[in-house]
């Protein structure tokens, strides 16, 4: 069976989990914007690593239009949210199922840099965070702790690439 890897990423943590991903399974991979046709028509199983962003991944409605029913697909959403976060994992996986009700999914979490981030991102970050510190400890989530820690301190990371082994 074939076997490739694409990923769509905007500040690295979906990259480094994919190429991490690819590397020890000897899959190629492609940046989503450059897979080539042929590639992607003669996989029979796609791996597609794809940044979360406002709870939708990027690039699924593109890859969509790109691929047949019959390749069997799994998705691997990356962001800052926890798997304690079920009410935000449940809106991604609901997000990617209107897309491919069929994929195998699975959730990593990346980090985040302030530097990295564009005016308008770090506005929202900045709101985020300061609603967030409002709240009871209690009531927060993971990803509200994590948005208010890149407002304060700059960064976060969560990558774990041992939880690549999970995936098949």
Do not use: W
């Not at 691929?67 to 990617?96: F, P, R």
């Amino acid at each position: 069976m074939t076997s490739i890897v694409i990923y769509a990423t905007k500040k690295g943590s979906t990259g480094l989990y994919a190429k991490t991903f690819a590397e020890k399974n000897d899959y190629q991979i492609f940046e989503y914007t450059q897979a080539p046709p042929e590639e992607l028509a003669s996989a029979e199983k796609i791996f597609y690593f794809g940044s979360v962003y406002a709870g939708n991944v990027l690039g699924l409605d593109e890859l969509k239009k790109k691929i047949s029913t019959s390749q069997q697909i799994t998705i691997i959403s990356v962001g800052l949210t926890s798997k304690n976060d079920q009410e935000k994992l449940a809106e991604i996986h609901n997000g990617i199922m209107k897309i491919f009700p069929e994929a195998k999914m699975f959730h990593l979490r990346g980090r985040l840099e302030k530097e990295q981030l564009k005016l308008p991102e770090k506005l929202i970050v900045k709101m985020i965070s300061k609603a967030s510190k409002k709240k009871a400890a209690h009531e927060k989530l993971n990803i509200e702790e994590a948005i208010e820690k890149v407002a304060d301190i700059g960064s976060v990371d969560y990558i774990n690439l041992e939880e690549l082994e999970i995936i098949k």
